[in-house]
């Protein structure tokens, strides 16, 4: 039912909230003319779907077992493993207020990597079934160091035939350069203030339009760095693509490896997506 229930969210995410994946992903130059104000900040925010948008945002990405290139494979297709947040918003006076993560979930950020001046955002929607979450959501309690999702890690693989790969670096979720209560209050304002410069754009004009109809909003929160197999290989049709959201506090990375491997492993603290590239 999540995949139903999210047609009604906004979609956006966060970019470059781990250290060295805008390098990795080849779009450090693009983003050099985005100024922070702390070294280590993300770079800014772009949409990913907004409902009934006239443009490419209008249609809806999201899938789960099933992730399809359209044909798309000589753009360098690359799996982006990350935290979603879904969330609830306050929007009064054509102002973001407040976000409220309640829920997260394992998401695949699935990207274009070609360096072609345009916006971020149209290397991240280019069709139906182009984005990956997990409905194995889980709730979170608070939104603070002290909560639940300082506990989990993410992990990623791709499986090409039948050999598993690393694809992302495995990294704990407080390891994001910024979360919790920093990234709730950067978000608002971004949400808020953020202007059209080099790959993003200005935010206000989809709120204007999609905010009040809008049941919530879901949140990337940003990629991992790539592991070595991960840096040099694109994704192909026929790859099997694994993210893991999981508590390392219950479950250590062996579990995650069996469980993945096919192994009757029993993860009850851990959100799991798993898709097939068609």
């Known amino acids: ?28 130059d693009e983003f050099s003319v985005i100024k922070t104000e702390e070294k280590n900040a993300p770079k800014g925010m772009f949409p990913f779907y907004i409902k009934e948008h006239n443009s490419f945002l209008g249609t809806y990405p999201i899938c789960e077992d099933i992730i ?9 297709l690359q799996v982006e493993a990350e935290v979603a947040l879904i969330c609830d918003f306050v929007y009064e ?12 979930s394992a998401f695949n950020d699935f990207s274009i990597r070609i360096q072609d001046g345009n916006k971020l955002s149209t290397k991240k929607n280019w069709g139906p079934n182009t984005k990956g979450i997990s409905q194995e959501i889980i709730e979170i309690d608070n939104f603070t160091q ?4 300082s506990r989990y890690h993410i992990a990623s693989f791709i499986k090409r035939n039948g050999i598993v790969h ?14 919790f ?14 202007e059209d410069c080099g790959p993003l754009e200005e935010l206000t004009q989809f709120l204007k339009v999609a905010a009040k ?14 592991a070595d197999f991960g840096k040099k290989n694109f994704v192909q049709k026929g790859d099997e693509i ?4 999981y508590d390392a506090h219950s479950h250590s990375f062996d579990d995650i490896f069996n469980d993945m491997c096919g192994m009757d492993t029993f993860l009850g603290k851990c959100s799991k997506l798993h898709q097939y590239v068609k």
């Open 68 to 76: 399809e290139t359209h044909g798309r494979e000589k753009d360098n």
């Open 166 to 179: 690393d694809y992302g670096t495995t990294s704990a979720v407080k390891s994001y350069s910024y979360f």
């Open 181 to 194: 209560e920093q990234l709730k209050d950067w978000m608002i304002e971004k949400l808020n203030t953020q």
């Open 93 to 104: 006076n054509e102002k973001v207020i407040d976000i409220i993560p309640r829920y997260f």
């Open 242 to 245: 694994f993210v893991y959201v």
């Open 213 to 226: 109809d809008a049941k919530g909003i879901l949140i990337a929160a940003g990629a991992t760095a790539y």
């Open 1 to 28: 039912m999540l995949l139903e229930d999210l047609k009604d969210y906004l979609g956006f995410a966060v970019a470059g909230n781990f250290a060295n994946h805008l390098g990795e992903a080849g779009e450090a």
């Open 146 to 149: 002290k909560g639940v999702l």
